[in-house]
């Protein structure tokens, strides 16, 4: 009986293994695992420094407010932030273009009113981009003019406590002016007008050609600092600045240079100097930009790897070359290098198609003070320009701009940065130092 049913039996199994067979080749076909997307290569993502904000990197480096029988003013960046806040509240709106353009006198005419204050700017600001700082209405926005200024002012009615808006560019002689609303128009006068009144007082100064200078007539306080010598690593910039890092070659050029460089890109690195030379030529525009994409998109690229290791501002536009330039600020005021280490204290970029064409930069980093600093006084802005009226090498006519500043030295021996307290004077487009033995030749007027 047993083997009257074992060929059924095999025939039931192996019926059953081909079917399970049959289940478990269907369940591999049809089985959907739930994996996680695979991204894209993308380059080394790295940040060196801090992001930084438009309203961080376009900043005024002087205010002047004048009332009816005073002239006050400031370049404590505290104060300008202050200000610059409660501006933040407000709205432009009726931006119109004066259809005259405005000379020289016609300009130092205009600075010279009372009831109103004045914000300077070292270099060219699109308006365009500036609205991220001080806001532009809707209806507005959408007519706003590609124009550049370096000069804003605000004047009010000391009646109507109203404010109208002004934006000069003293090199075009161009003018657009508009309303002024804040969100608070009481809280804006009391806090901008009213508190203004405690500042520095300032004279205007006469000279023969119509350049309109203010300047404190009192002495200023200002402390020299001592900074060690640290500095990033140029493989940080390596990783952020090339498509693929992993395929950078190094090579040392001489006892101060080194390369990195790929196929598409190079960086120069003078070790001794702190600087770095990056160029990708492929990336080179030669069609003109427009200012404000230009100096946004800049702007963009150095946030895209934290590029701001110390105080770095705005200070220069040129839209034909698409270059770009920031100086270096310590507590408010411009940091100048000497004429042999030209561009020490300055971040410069040439923005080609859609990524950055040329770069050049320090790459050291103010982070850590030494402890003996020194407290120090200035003169007063009147005893700077009667020394520079009674200088024989200059005509100071010329003379467009003066205010306080720094001046790096860098000493290699002991690997420190000093940065000695100055006074500078516009001439002819450079900031120059100002120095006591500059002197000799016809007295002035200030009023």
Same mark, same amino acid.
């Given at each position: ?19 399970? !067979?049959?289940?478990?080749?269907? !369940?591999? @076909? /049809? ?9 894209? !290569? ?25 009332? +009816? ?24 709106? =009726? $931006? ?9 006198? =016609? ?5 010279? =009113? ?12 699109? $308006? ?27 004047? @009010? ?14 090199? %075009? ?11 608070? /128009? ?13 500042? %520095?007082?300032?004279? +205007? ?66 070790? +001794?100097?702190?600087? $770095? ?18 100096? *946004? ?11 701001? %290791? ?56 103010? +982070? ?11 003169? !007063? ?12 090498? *200059? ?18 021996? =002991?690997?420190?940065?000093? *940065? ?14 100002? %120095?006591?033995?500059? /002197? ?8």
């Amino acid at each position: 009986m047993g083997l009257k049913y074992i060929e059924p039996i095999k025939s039931i199994i192996l019926l059953l293994l081909v079917l399970m !067979s049959i289940t478990f080749t269907f !369940s591999i @076909w /049809t089985y959907s695992p739930q994996l996680a997307p695979i991204d894209q !290569s993308k380059t080394v993502d790295i940040s060196i420094g801090q992001q930084k904000d438009v309203k961080d990197v376009v900043k005024p480096y002087k205010f002047l407010i004048k009332y +009816e029988e005073e002239l006050k003013g400031t370049t404590d960046q505290i104060a300008i932030d202050k200000i610059l806040r409660d501006m933040g509240t407000w709205k432009v709106s =009726q $931006l119109l273009q004066d259809p005259t353009e405005m000379n020289k006198v =016609q300009m130092k005419e205009f600075f010279e =009113q009372p009831n109103q204050f004045t914000l300077y700017f070292n270099g060219q600001v699109p $308006l365009p981009a500036y609205d991220e700082i001080l806001p532009i209405d809707e209806t507005t926005k959408k007519n706003l003019p590609e124009f550049s200024f370096d000069r804003l002012i605000v004047r @009010w009615d000391p009646k109507a406590i109203a404010f109208e808006v002004h934006f000069i560019n003293r090199a %075009t002689g161009i003018h657009f002016y508009g309303k002024a609303n804040p969100a608070d /128009t009481t809280k804006s006068y009391q806090s901008i007008i009213m508190e203004s009144e405690e500042l %520095t007082h300032y004279v +205007e100064v006469k000279n023969q050609e119509p350049t309109y200078l203010a300047v404190p007539d009192e002495p200023v306080p200002m402390v020299q600092k001592t900074y060690y010598q640290e500095e990033i690593s140029p493989g940080r910039f390596r990783d952020a600045l090339f498509n693929d890092p992993n395929a950078v070659k190094r090579s040392q050029v001489d006892h101060n240079h080194e390369e990195f460089g790929d196929d598409h890109a190079l960086m120069v690195v003078n070790t +001794e100097t702190k600087m $770095l030379d990056f160029v990708h030529p492929a990336a080179e525009a030669r069609e003109p930009a427009k200012p404000s994409d230009l100096l *946004l998109d800049v702007i963009d690229s150095i946030n895209e790897h934290g590029g701001w %290791t110390d105080s770095f501002r705005y200070s220069y536009i040129n839209s034909l070359s698409r270059y770009v330039k920031f100086q270096l600020f310590i507590n408010g005021y411009p940091v100048h290098s000497e004429s042999d280490a030209s561009g020490l204290t300055e971040i410069v970029q040439f923005y080609g198609d859609d990524r950055v064409f040329r770069y050049i930069r320090p790459y050291y980093t103010l +982070e850590s003070s030494l402890s003996f600093n020194e407290n120090m006084d200035l003169p !007063s802005g009147t005893n700077v320009v009667q020394s520079l009226m009674e200088s024989e090498d *200059l005509d100071f006519s010329l003379v467009e701009e003066l205010t306080v500043g720094y001046m790096m030295k860098h000493d290699l021996e =002991q690997r420190i940065f000093v *940065l000695e307290p100055a006074w500078f004077y516009l001439f002819k487009g450079t900031w120059k130092r100002y %120095t006591p033995e500059q /002197t000799g030749g016809e007295p002035f007027g200030l009023e």
